[in-house]
């Protein structure tokens, strides 16, 4: 080799170990492009045939997402089992008997292992899995940068006190989300993923009996719909898992119908409807409500910005080769 070619090499060298730490540590939209070429066709065939015999997995898919990344970051911690370790936020309030998908997850983990031994994270299956969930239930394609990494341990504490609850005042909702660097408008976006899924009777109950001793519903509930769901969820305990549609308009169908729900009093958690009781919050509402395009992008755009929470990135965390089990 003659000398200008043998240093034009020696540069070409060096350059590329001085940056490699810095590629390999930031999110890439073509991050599988050559080690997983067939990663997105493999989560769209399992997850196509999931929706078909499950109308409610996609709503939980996203909930599982959101939990994972707004708890401890988007680094799969919510799909780990309790080991003498640690305790599994499977168990925390918030998850314990309502989250679902671990087994879809898995199922396409082991598929995705076939194809690509030791290549994809468990995060970025449930963050694609997610994405395309959304947009098979009719909802937008946001384009996802890849490249997280998995956690090693689990966290049942943040769990239990970082994700939102339906039973708490706006002010400490958007708190949960602005420490995340998340902000209002993201969280009255992300409150949208409830146009599709279901809730469970307890969580929305005490909206419908002696509502704060007044004995009666809570007065910012449709009378008729608080008629309605006195039905479905009667003022018993064995009632309290009994599920109802956070959207009865369009149940399965991710719209902007959720928004149009509000403005009609007819939200059914009570952290819901709360957003047309603030002044900071029912504008947007309100567009949404109008305007299902500018739902659609905005929604997109925040849940890029939630997948990017709290990353694991480069050669920390770890490739699980399961996603309920440290390797």
């Not at 969820?233 to 991710?254: M, R």
Request: net charge neutral.
């Amino acid at each position: 080799m003659n000398q200008p070619c043998a240093l034009k090499s020696s540069l070409i060298l060096m350059f590329s170990l001085i940056f490699q730490p810095l590629v390999n540590s930031q999110l890439d939209y073509k991050f599988y492009d050559s080690t997983c070429p067939n990663l997105t066709k493999i989560v769209k065939f399992n997850l196509w045939s999931a929706m078909n015999n499950d109308s409610r997995i996609a709503a939980s898919l996203l909930r599982l997402h959101f939990h994972d990344c707004i708890s401890n970051g988007c680094e799969g911690s919510v799909l780990l089992d309790a080991t003498n370790s640690f305790q599994s936020e499977k168990d925390a309030n918030p998850n314990r008997n309502s989250a679902r998908g671990f087994e879809l997850i898995e199922s396409i983990k082991a598929n995705v292992e076939k194809a690509c031994p030791g290549t994809v994270s468990c995060t970025d299956i449930l963050t694609l899995t997610v994405r395309e969930a959304v947009f098979l239930s009719g909802g937008p394609y946001y384009s996802l940068p890849m490249g997280r990494r998995d956690g090693l341990t689990a966290n049942i504490t943040l769990a239990n006190t970082d994700i939102p609850s339906p039973f708490e005042p706006l002010d400490n909702i958007t708190t949960k989300f602005t420490t995340k660097g998340l902000n209002l408008k993201d969280m009255v976006v992300l409150s949208g993923a409830h146009t599709i899924g279901f809730a469970q009777c307890f969580t929305f109950k005490q909206r419908l009996f002696n509502f704060d001793g007044s004995g009666g519903p809570d007065p910012l509930l449709d009378a008729s719909l608080a008629s309605s769901l006195q039905t479905v969820c009667p003022n018993q305990d064995d009632s309290n898992t009994n599920l109802v549609p956070l959207d009865a308009v369009t149940t399965t169908k991710f719209d902007n119908v959720y928004y149009r729900n509000l403005v009609n009093n007819s939200g059914i958690l009570g952290s819901d409807q709360a957003l047309m009781t603030d002044n900071r919050t029912s504008g947007m509402v309100l567009n949404y409500s109008k305007f299902p395009y500018l739902f659609a992008k905005d929604f997109g755009a925040s849940m890029v910005k939630l997948s990017t929470v709290g990353v694991i990135k480069g050669q920390n965390g770890q490739i699980r080769n399961k996603c309920n089990l440290v390797n």
